[in-house]
């Protein structure tokens, strides 16, 4: 008997976040994402997927023709949210943070779907080049889906309690969130709860000629190869924003980049020294656009595996 094509929710339990599918109206190849189910951007398809196997797998193109893509999350990999805070008027640095990490912590960790989640206080000497920022920390929230991220405005044990918690120590009219996919490009040595390290901290936003999937080819395949990895850097991570995300608007920032260092000093003779300043003074053009900001930061690891 022939299966009945899949609604989002199962495809979403089976892994697949989205769908490509090449449309004839358009001509074109775009992604239809599990949860809105409309198309985003043209993509480049990674497999084909022909009409028999799609019979065989249950699931029939929606709202479009012809031949169907899929794309299934990696075991193991999962969504990484971030919430850029700034602190409310009137409260001074040091209470928003004892507040962050001593109240709202906790508070957080009563939300059993979060996997993982860390804060990352900004410190307050700024990074140079980067003195005006207009955020005071990241909280970063991982799940274990897109589904469960977004899901989070619906659900009890984050609205009456992390949620409620804000105003009384963030400026909720400054929040941006980011849905993110970490790629760890390098790590010297591993992270641990205990870690004291120096982390920087960059918001980036693409070139505005660029397509998304054009920026993230590049900022992986052709940036990140020319960071050095004889300069102090112990651990490099890129944040990508989900590429079907931007079928419901332009995010703050197309992505994170993270580099951790031993302490200040380390940092202070990575930025500084000419080679550094000559990688980004000559490859930043190529893929990154104005408003990026920056800042130095230390961690807080509230849960971790």
């Known amino acids: 008997m022939r299966q009945a094509p899949l609604c989002h929710e199962a495809l979403g339990q089976l892994g697949i976040i989205a769908i490509e599918a090449y449309d004839q109206n358009l001509g074109e190849a775009g992604f239809y994402s599990v949860i809105s189910g409309f198309p985003r951007q043209t993509l480049r398809p990674s497999k084909t997927v022909g009409?028999?196997?799609?019979?065989?797998?249950?699931?029939?193109?929606?709202?479009?023709?012809?031949?169907?893509?899929?794309?299934?999350?990696?075991?193991?990999?999962?969504?990484?949210?971030?919430?850029?805070?700034?602190?409310?008027?009137?409260?001074?640095?040091?209470?928003?943070?004892?507040?962050?990490?001593?109240?709202?912590?906790?508070?957080a960790l009563r939300i059993s779907a979060l996997r993982k989640y860390v804060q990352s206080h900004r410190l307050s000497t700024p990074l140079p080049g980067f003195e005006q920022v207009p955020y005071d920390g990241v909280a970063e929230v991982w799940f274990d889906s897109l589904a469960d991220l977004t899901g989070m405005a619906q659900n009890p044990e984050y609205i009456n309690g992390a949620q409620a918690d804000e105003p009384n120590f963030i400026d909720t009219s400054k929040l941006q969130f980011l849905a993110t996919h970490e790629h760890l490009m390098f790590e010297e040595q591993p992270l641990t709860r205990d870690t004291r390290w120096i982390k920087a901290v960059f918001l980036l936003k693409r070139r505005p000629d660029l397509t998304v999937a054009q920026f993230q080819d590049y900022w992986k395949n052709g940036h990140a190869p020319q960071i050095p990895r004889d300069m102090g850097v112990l651990r490099y991570v890129q944040c990508h924003q989900v590429p079907e995300t931007y079928a419901t608007g332009t995010p703050a920032y197309d992505g994170m980049a993270e580099l951790w260092f031993a302490d200040m000093d380390a940092f202070m003779r990575y930025w500084t020294s000419p080679r550094i300043q000559q990688i980004f003074g000559d490859d930043a053009p190529r893929f990154l656009g104005e408003g990026c900001t920056a800042f130095l930061a230390e961690e807080h690891r509230v849960r971790w595996p």
């Open 51 to 107: 009409e028999r196997e799609v019979a065989k797998r249950g699931v029939l193109p929606l709202r479009l023709s012809g031949t169907a893509f899929f794309k299934k999350k990696r075991r193991g990999e999962m969504i990484k949210g971030v919430a850029l805070v700034a602190r409310k008027a009137g409260m001074d640095e040091a209470e928003f943070h004892r507040y962050w990490k001593e109240v709202h912590g906790p508070i």
